[in-house]
T-cell receptor, first 113, second 111 residues
Framework: GDSVTQMEGPVTLSEEAFLTINCTYT??????LFWYVQYPGEGLQLLLK?????DKGSNKGFEATYRKETTSFHLEKGSVQVSDSAVYFC????????????FGAGTRLFVKA | DTAVSQTPKYLVTQMGNDKSIKCEQN?????MYWYKQDSKKFLKIMFS???????INETVPNRFSPKSPDKAHLNLHINSLELGDSAVYFC??????????FGPGTRLTVL
């Protein structure tokens, strides 16, 4: 079945450092790919998404490119801030009419001032 | 206006009790979900309804029973609560299984 694997955390960075969180997926069809972010004490919220190969999703300085050849959707940000400290989830959604979103295990990011 | 709301936000109860969590969305979405998030932040889907019809029912004990009175509401009733049910429960909605919109969560603590 479909699955999502993301790098284990926690990831600890200093402010203004470069961030990469790796995500790879397994899917039989052509899924949409997502990054969600969960701030402490809150629900998940969409950070960015891409719906087809080579699409780049971007939001709030974060970017991720849908790479079909490597089945990856790595999250990057050039300069992190303390306020980016959160848990990040990679996810895929089956576009063949199913209603299931598969989430990765989440990666906790700590950013130090 | 809150898009997806849940009540209560916190629920503390004794083992063996029965409790309910309510969820409402005002986004006009056809699909609603219940997820369980454990202490390690792992998110597990429990149920999904599309237009009031159950379409996803993962391996969840039958002590958990979802009910959807209309497509804007999806409630979760839990019978005979156990210690292992302690978690954060999230309701979510989406249009056609695409982007998920999550509620703020209900932290359930079973003593």
């Amino acid at each position: 079945g479909d699955s999502v694997t993301q790098m284990e955390g926690p990831v600890t960075l200093s402010e203004e450092a470069f961030l990469t969180i790796n995500c790879t997926y397994t899917a039989t069809g052509y899924p949409s790919l997502f990054w969600y972010v969960q701030y402490p004490g809150e629900g998940l919220q969409l950070l960015l998404k891409a719906t087809k190969a080579d699409d780049k999703g971007s939001n709030k300085g974060f970017e991720a490119t849908y790479r079909k050849e490597t089945t990856s959707f790595h999250l990057e940000k050039g300069s992190v801030q303390v306020s980016d400290s959160a848990v990040y989830f990679c996810a895929l959604s089956d576009n063949t009419g199913g209603f299931k979103t598969i989430f990765g295990a989440g990666t906790r990011l700590f950013v130090k001032a | 206006d809150t898009a997806v709301s849940q009540t209560p936000k916190y629920l503390v109860t004794q083992m063996g009790n029965d409790k309910s969590i309510k969820c409402e969305q005002n986004l006009g979405h056809d699909t609603m979900y219940w997820y369980k998030q454990d202490s390690k932040k792992f998110l597990k889907i429990m149920f999904s309804y599309n237009n009031k019809e159950l379409i996803i029912n993962e391996t969840v004990p039958n002590r958990f029973s979802p009910k959807s009175p209309d497509k804007a509401h999806l409630n979760l009733h839990i019978n005979s609560l156990e210690l292992g049910d302690s978690a954060v429960y999230f309701c979510a909605s989406s249009p056609y299984g695409d982007t998920q919109y999550f509620g703020p969560g209900t932290r359930l603590t079973v003593l």
